[in-house]
């Protein structure tokens, strides 16, 4: 097995991650706990009663937002794998590459969004769900820097300053842990 494939396969490795975090973050119903329940996008659980969240802009963008980056992941890890049984370069490993992309911003977007809406809230705790999303966060940029090695050589899309991105969002996390350490986390 060669360098390319290896490294193929690493990223579909790496796609699969973020497409089971994605689907089960987006699916559960633990991204905040509070005192007598939990609650996700989609229901809200309280001493073992699970309801329907009426509609509330923000968690309709978050909802929308992490389905459509769930999609993109489980259709780009598709298209990975097929790359990898096929030998062939083609447009294939371009579009799973913007598609993991999409996936990843998607996911900023949608995280983001909720963390600003729940953030400050006194008695609830972030939870299991949504640190999930945190986690496919990085596994979708790094997955499609190495789905196709040598993507940066031939496409203006893939240049080599988006992996300096990626660490570089790293870095601002690591960073951030001493502005939020006030939130209220709950694993």
């Not at 329907?52 to 963008?61: E, G, R, Y």
């Not at 978050?62 to 990898?84: D, E, Q």
């Not at 988006?162 to 986390?185: H, K, N, R, W, Y």
């Amino acid at each position: 097995m060669g360098v390319k494939r290896s490294l193929q396969t690493g990223g579909n490795l790496l796609n699969l991650l973020t497409s089971l975090l994605t689907v089960l973050s987006t699916a559960t119903n633990y991204w905040t706990r509070q005192q007598g329940g939990h609650s996700g996008l989609w229901q809200e659980c309280t001493h073992g009663t699970c309801s329907n969240i009426p509609c509330q802009n923000t968690l309709a963008v978050t909802a929308a937002c992490m389905v459509l980056a769930a999609t993109f992941s489980v259709i780009s890890l598709g298209m990975g794998m097929r790359i990898r049984c096929q030998e062939g370069e083609s447009l294939r490993s371009q579009n799973a590459i913007v598609l993991l992309f999409l996936s990843g911003l998607l996911l900023l977007i949608a995280l983001t969004g909720y963390t600003a809406k729940n953030a400050w809230k006194p008695e609830v705790f972030f939870s299991w769900s949504y640190f999930f999303g945190w986690l496919a966060l990085p596994f979708s940029f790094l997955a499609g820097q190495v789905i196709r090695p040598r993507a940066h050589l031939s496409s203006p899309l893939c240049t080599p300053s988006l992996p300096g991105f990626c660490f570089l969002l790293a870095d601002m996390i690591m960073q951030s842990t001493e502005a939020i350490s006030g939130f209220p986390v709950c694993l």
